[in-house]
């Protein structure tokens, strides 16, 4: 049984080799790929997957060690669910170095590798920039009061929470984000300025490329807001379109103290620091990530499912219904998405999955806690032991 668990860790770690092989051939120009036997070497001293050349004199941010924890976390959930796509992202917030991703399932016909696709309704980031622009704004209380459920938010348009609309009756600001409540983030929208939201999502990246390595990359859209109701629904993430790597990239600010970081796969060999751009304050971010970790840790908070004995995580769900080509809802189709950072009050990683239409039961799909959460702990468990051995 032991040499069979040796043997099966060994397979892994060739594994996880050859996907970031494959990976570095996919992102990079080939003149600064490295080598296969190279990377076997990296691989086998458990060090940064990474590779120079004298013309570029650059090298893979890719770890194989968390690449490795990535690829058997995709194993599982691919085996227990059957996704037809599943997308994990992990980074560095403080540098937006990328030391871990992959994709599983995606269409072979698709040229836009899923990490740089522009998907719809990005409802993991977009609230919570939402959150950071109100605070930001001064116009965010933690115990000030609204009444939940169903807002009427202009004659005819109404705003509903996600119990049907029943909400949880007058509660303070921080409960209605803690249970992700659409009608707090409408309520927000409406004291933030005119035109002020928008700015806020493009101030975080949205909108426009991220200038990562990757010539397919997708800029998205931010979404239309010339109506209240247009602005409520942008607010908490529908309408409007973002890649993964794109909310990646403007969570990692709040992770980092309000700084955003180009997300790269390479960088220089000797000597290199990364600089990012202003887009909040200090003390906006330190708020929103305090914020974001009663979600995991404190009730109700809505994301209880991905807190961790050993470490303080911060981060939100993203739980949206698919749409077909012509913009409308697909009856029993979703994808499940957490973005979430660790520890919460020093964060050193960050890890985005998305698990697109699972295979399983009608419960399980309404809710997806259950297929999110134990591959986003696992990763981020593993990968933050792994950094602190290394």
Do not use: C
């Not at 001293?45 to 058997?72: C, F, M, N, P, R």
């Not at 591959?375 to 290394?390: D, G, H």
Request: proline letters at 5%; a neutral charge.
């Amino acid at each position: 049984m032991k040499k069979r668990k040796k043997y099966a860790k060994v397979i892994g770690g060739a594994v996880a080799s050859l996907a970031l092989l494959f990976i570095a051939y996919q992102w990079m120009p080939s003149e600064a790929v490295p080598s296969a036997q190279q990377m076997n070497t990296e691989g086998s001293q458990k060090a940064q997957a990474a590779g120079t050349t004298s013309q570029t004199d650059k090298v893979l941010t890719l770890d194989s060690q968390i690449q490795e924890y990535i690829e058997e976390a995709i194993h599982k959930t691919n085996k227990a669910y059957q996704p037809e796509t599943m997308t994990v992202i992990v980074t560095d917030p403080n540098t937006g170095e990328i030391l871990g991703m992959n994709t599983k399932k995606q269409n072979a016909n698709d040229r836009v590798p899923d990490i740089v696709k522009a998907k719809l309704d990005p409802v993991a980031a977009f609230p919570i920039v939402t959150l950071a622009a109100a605070i930001e704004e001064g116009k965010y209380k933690n115990y000030e009061t609204y009444e939940s459920g169903t807002y009427e938010i202009t004659p005819g348009k109404f705003i509903k929470d996600n119990n049907n609309g029943i909400g949880w009756g007058q509660i303070s600001y921080l409960e209605g984000i803690q249970r992700s409540s659409n009608v707090a983030f409408a309520k927000l929208s409406e004291q933030i300025p005119d035109d002020s939201l928008q700015q806020y999502f493009e101030r975080f990246g949205f909108g426009a490329k991220t200038g990562i390595e990757q010539i397919n990359e997708q800029p998205g859209k931010i979404p239309n807001m010339n109506t209240p109701y247009d602005k409520a629904m942008a607010a908490y993430g529908l309408g409007g379109s973002a890649s993964a790597i794109q909310q990646v990239a403007a969570v990692g600010a709040i992770a980092n103290g309000g700084e955003l970081m180009k997300p790269h796969v390479t960088r220089e060999a000797r000597n290199h620091i990364d600089k990012g751009r202003r887009v909040i304050s200090e003390e906006t971010a330190k708020q929103v990530r305090e914020i974001l970790e009663t979600l995991v840790n404190n009730k109700p908070g809505f994301d209880t499912a991905f807190s961790m004995k050993e470490y303080a995580v911060a981060g939100r769900t993203g739980i949206v219904q698919k749409r077909d080509q012509q913009g409308n809802f697909i009856d029993g189709k979703y994808t499940y998405s957490f973005i979430g950072f660790a520890p919460s009050d020093d964060p050193k990683l960050l890890v985005y999955i998305a698990v697109d239409n699972p295979n399983t039961d009608l419960w399980v799909r309404l809710w997806g806690k259950e297929i999110v959460a134990p591959p986003f702990k696992e990763i981020m468990e593993n990968s933050l032991q792994y950094l602190q051995k290394r």
